[in-house]
């Protein structure tokens, strides 16, 4: 029985602080289970856990706590990084095997998909294989988990309605604006990215209680489209914001936080909760965000807090909580 789910989405184009979000709030002890609802190996979600540096590209950081966490069916898995990305977390002492579970809809990245993905040139891909294998899970002809005796020796998941008690939070990769649907096509992902993906994950729609929306203080992307204008101040945020891909090293291109991007975004998702990080990056450089194609400036750090909570507060009903972050991350 599903008792209640939180969902948390990315408003921008990844790399907003999900998996630290998920951190934070797994370590309440609220939950029961913790689900991966989209995405694959092209995700990387970095958090300190006891003072120690993890990195997870498809294992739901509930596993560090001792929660019962599902790769979900929206996701697809390469069995070999998954063997690989279990064996890295257990050096560190977790009991992966115990707490990891795989829904039998999950469907597996072959080895074709990585080879096709290697020759992409024009999207910027983390060249995972995930393009390929959602598109032969829509053409119906991809491999899922339950055709497998076993993953890595991992427990199949049936579905959570199957558990006596389930308090759920959904842990997101990508972002909005790399939405198949909704991102900058073709400059996009492969699989949902919006609190759509996590219902598809197997939970009513009604039993969404909250949705953390999760931004920066600024814009990053990664991809091969052009983002960044150059300036030595984007390299400063890029240094102080070390922002390079936690899946594939690349650099972040660098932009200001957009406020009319980040309503429509918030609105789309339905977002109670959001979530702004690296505000303390800006405080070190430049307070500024573009209103339409508008670029202003602010003094200080409480009057562009102020402008944001103000637009906030007007254009998305549904935001009944806003908290600004540092890097030293915490909720």
């Known amino acids: 029985m599903i008792n209640y789910a939180h969902v948390i989405v990315d408003l921008q184009a990844g790399d907003t602080g999900k998996g630290k979000v998920a951190h934070s709030l797994a370590k309440s002890g609220e939950y029961t289970h913790v689900v991966r609802y989209n995405g694959g190996g092209n995700a990387g979600h970095t958090v300190y856990h006891n003072d ?81 294998a959602y598109r032969d899970k829509y053409g119906r002809k991809g491999i899922r988990v339950e ?18 008690e389930c308090k759920v939070l959904f842990e997101g990769a990508q972002g909005f604006e790399l939405d198949i649907d909704w991102g900058d096509y073709p400059y996009v992902t492969s699989s949902h990215c919006t609190v759509g993906s996590a219902i598809l994950n197997g939970v009513p729609p009604q039993k969404i209680t909250k949705i953390y929306g999760i931004a920066k203080a600024y814009r990053t992307y990664v991809g091969n489209k052009m983002f960044e204008v150059p300036s030595d101040i984007f390299d400063d945020i890029r240094r102080l914001g070390n922002e390079y891909g936690a899946t594939t090293g690349r650099k972040r291109q660098i932009s ?29 450089t430049k307070m500024r965000l573009y209103n339409n194609d508008k670029l202003l400036s602010f003094n200080n750090t409480e009057d562009f807090k102020s402008y944001i909570i103000d637009n906030i507060k007007t254009n998305c009903p549904l935001v009944n909580n806003i908290i600004f972050s540092m890097t030293p991350f915490d909720i």
């Open 52 to 132: 120690q540096k993890i990195v997870t590209h498809f294992i739901p950081v509930g596993v560090l706590y001792g929660i019962k966490s599902i790769i979900g069916p929206g996701c697809v898995v390469d069995t070999s990084k998954l063997r690989t990305e279990i064996e890295y977390l257990e050096s560190f002492g977790f009991d992966i095997r115990k707490h990891l579970f795989v829904d039998k809809r999950t469907h597996i990245i072959q080895s074709k998909h990585f080879l096709e993905d290697l020759q992409d040139t024009i999207i910027g891909t983390t060249k995972t294989g995930n393009g390929p």
């Open 147 to 164: 055709t497998r005796s076993e993953v890595n020796k991992i427990d199949i998941y049936e579905e959570l309605h199957g558990d006596q």
């Open 256 to 284: 200001w936080l957009n406020i009319n991007d980040l309503i429509k975004a918030a609105n789309i998702n339905g977002v109670t909760d959001l979530i702004i990080n690296k505000l303390d990056i800006l405080e070190q």
